[in-house]
């Protein structure tokens, strides 16, 4: 028998609680759930919509603060990891809303840069870089990007760095079968080089790039296994 792989990325009882409003009772997203990933890793994550994949993408990614368990990723606490976990891991959003679409994507890219301490030339050559491997137009103001291109260019962002994680919720969502192909092949590469892939979808021809399949059923972790068995598990 082979080495085990030290998990990248792991869960243990993890929930996370809202309450809608004051008073309200109380929404349960996410409920004990328990999970490792190792490095290299592709990991495919089902459920209906509302089941907690995006819950639990972004309390991996220190966005979302759990009401009760403990995860981390790259050796950091989630709930407390700060600038080192957003450099080791990348969370890659279904809906990229967070840019600013009257500049381009180029200096979009600049300015997230800065925010990870990055600057000068070094910081231009990881822009250029990234925005060659997604195969962008940097130049063109954001407004004027289809849904499928501002995709791109959220995963554009994901790739700044070299995250040891990728967290991502639907990443082929919004893009033509062609481009979706790319990025399947792009974090394919990722996975190559080492990166730990927790990968949220719906799409089936998505479901072939990883061998494991977690399907999360009203925030709990209702099947961890071989893809072909998941769908029955949704």
């Known amino acids: 028998m082979g080495a085990e792989v030290p998990a990248v990325i792991a869960a243990v009882g993890l929930s996370k609680r809202f309450r809608p409003r004051p008073f309200a009772r109380p929404v349960v997203?996410?409920?004990?759930?328990?999970?490792?990933?190792?490095?290299?890793?592709?990991?495919?994550?089902?459920?209906?919509?509302?089941?907690?994949?995006?819950t639990l993408l972004k309390c991996l990614a220190g966005l979302v603060v759990p009401s009760a368990g403990r995860a981390t990723v790259a050796g950091h606490d989630c709930a407390d990891g700060g600038a080192p976990?957003?450099?080791?891991a990348a969370y890659v959003p279904a809906d990229p809303r967070s840019f600013a679409w009257r500049l381009s994507g180029r200096e979009n890219l600049l300015f997230f840069g800065r925010l990870h301490g990055?600057?000068?030339?070094?910081?231009?050559?990881?822009?250029?870089?990234a925005l060659a491997r997604v195969g962008l137009d940097g130049a063109r103001r954001v407004a004027e990007y289809s849904s499928g291109m501002r995709q791109r260019l959220s995963l554009a962002r994901a790739l700044l760095g070299r995250p040891r994680v990728?967290?991502?919720?639907?990443?082929?969502?919004?893009?033509?079968?062609?481009?979706?192909?790319?990025?399947?092949?792009?974090?394919?590469a990722r996975r190559d080089e080492g990166?730990?892939?927790?990968?949220?979808?719906?799409?089936?021809d998505d479901l072939a790039a990883?061998?494991?399949?977690?399907?999360l059923r009203d925030g709990r972790l209702v099947y961890d296994g071989d893809a072909a068995a998941a769908r029955g598990a949704l």
């Open 85 to 88: 976990l957003r450099r080791d």
């Open 210 to 215: 990883g061998g494991r399949t977690i399907v």
């Open 29 to 54: 997203a996410l409920d004990g759930v328990t999970l490792a990933v190792g490095a290299g890793e592709v990991v495919m994550l089902l459920g209906a919509n509302g089941s907690g994949k995006t």
């Open 166 to 188: 990728l967290l991502l919720d639907e990443p082929t969502t919004g893009v033509d079968p062609r481009a979706a192909d790319e990025i399947r092949a792009l974090l394919a």
């Open 195 to 204: 990166a730990a892939l927790l990968w949220a979808t719906h799409s089936s």
């Open 118 to 129: 990055w600057g000068g030339a070094a910081l231009r050559e990881r822009v250029d870089a």
